[in-house]
């Protein structure tokens, strides 16, 4: 990643911190930006454009653009998970096995469209992941993808304990869930319509079927 995307004139100045209401816009603005063009074709001024701001008051800010794009896609990837923990903490209620993984599935599901902006911008880095050092793409990792497993894992494990899964390898288990309640949206050819909540539950609850066919204990559906 380079980082020669600096003011003109001069180096880019140590951030000042600034209204955190600019900052907000910034982010914002970047994320919108780096979905769109990816990080090679985006320049600051597009997303100064894009936030309503100057350069200057990104600077202000960020030393650069490789420092805004780490923070963004880091920010980014913690929003998600933030907001897919809440949801299964919110919603699981350990009363019914079937209900639960439904749960669980719609809210790992629902992720793409609660927040499309982050998921067009994740398709992004993985295209230009060779592009960026490993410590930017292990920093969006934890924050993200692994803190939503890891709260998959959980919650199969707790199912488990219970005597309503037999699970050998959790995180098999875990990666086997996320495939099957997402494998009829995920592979949807680009620029199909969005799904319907009644497509999203259904799809949903066929793949728990299939989940439940190989780890459902005896009985226990």
């Known amino acids: ?25 910034i982010t914002r603005g970047a994320r919108t930006v780096f979905g769109r063009e990816g990080y090679s074709r985006t320049s600051i001024e597009a997303i100064a454009a894009e936030a309503g701001v100057s350069t200057r008051t990104i600077y202000n800010h960020f030393e650069n653009k490789d420092h805004l794009f780490s923070e963004v896609v880091h920010d980014s990837a913690s929003q998600v998970a933030d907001a897919f923990v809440e949801t299964v903490e919110q919603q699981v209620k350990g009363v019914d096995l079937t209900s639960d993984l439904i749960t669980l599935g719609e809210a790992f599901v629902a992720q793409r469209t609660r927040f499309p902006e982050h998921f067009a911008m994740i398709r992004q880095v993985k295209a230009e992941a060779q592009h960026f050092p490993a410590v930017v793409i292990d920093a969006w990792q934890q924050a993200g993808p692994a803190r939503v497993q890891r709260e998959l894992g959980r919650q199969l494990h707790r199912l488990a304990e ?45 793949g728990v079927e299939a989940f439940l066919s190989g780890y459902g204990a005896t009985g226990a559906a």
């Not at 380079?2 to 816009?25: C, E, M, V």
């Open 1 to 25: 990643m380079s980082t020669s995307s600096t003011p003109a004139g001069g180096s880019a100045p140590a951030r000042t911190g600034g209204r955190a209401d600019k900052r907000l816009a």
């Open 162 to 206: 219970a005597g309503l899964l037999r699970v050998a390898d959790p995180a098999r288990a875990t990666r086997h869930f996320m495939a099957l309640v997402s494998a009829e949206i995920t592979i949807r050819p680009l620029g199909s319509p969005p799904l319907t909540r009644a497509q999203i539950q259904s799809s949903v609850t066929s």
